[in-house]
Nanobody, 123 residues
Framework: VQLQASGGGSVQAGGSLRLSCASPRSITSVFSAYAVGWYRQAPGSQRELVARITSSFDTNYADSVKGRFTISRDNSKKKVNLQMNSLKPEDTAIYYC???????????????WGQGTQVTVSS
């Protein structure tokens, strides 16, 4: 499943953005079977998982975004969205999406990384 992230941009602190992760070439039944995670990578930092959603719509968030970000999926459109509200300058990063699977106690990406989408939040 090849995923493409889009929707980034520049906003002021307190603003909102909606990111989209699409898999237009996938068969719907195949896409819907995968868990998908949204990751971000700020300059000089490691890539971190900020939100993920399973095939059964179970969600989980990093503490840093809990209560501000909402992940959702629309399998009919083969998309996973990330609604980001109350954005902070520290949310500035390149955001990526990827298929993930649970290995031991952690969720691990296993697909190809796309180009990501840049989110810049100014104070």
């Amino acid at each position: 499943v090849q995923l493409q992230a889009s929707g980034g941009g520049s906003v002021q602190a307190g603003g909102s953005l909606r990111l989209s992760c699409a898999s237009p070439r996938s068969i719907t039944s195949v896409f819907s079977a995968y868990a998908v995670g949204w990751y971000r990578q700020a300059p000089g930092s490691q890539r971190e998982l900020v939100a993920r959603i399973t095939s059964s719509f179970d969600t989980n968030y990093a503490d840093s975004v809990k209560g501000r970000f909402t992940i959702s999926r629309d399998n009919s459109k083969k998309k996973v969205n990330l609604q980001m509200n109350s954005l902070k300058p520290e949310d500035t990063a390149i955001y990526y999406c990827n298929t993930v699977k649970r290995m031991d106690s952690t969720w691990t990406p296993f697909g190809n990384w796309g180009q990501g989408t840049q989110v810049t939040v100014s104070s």
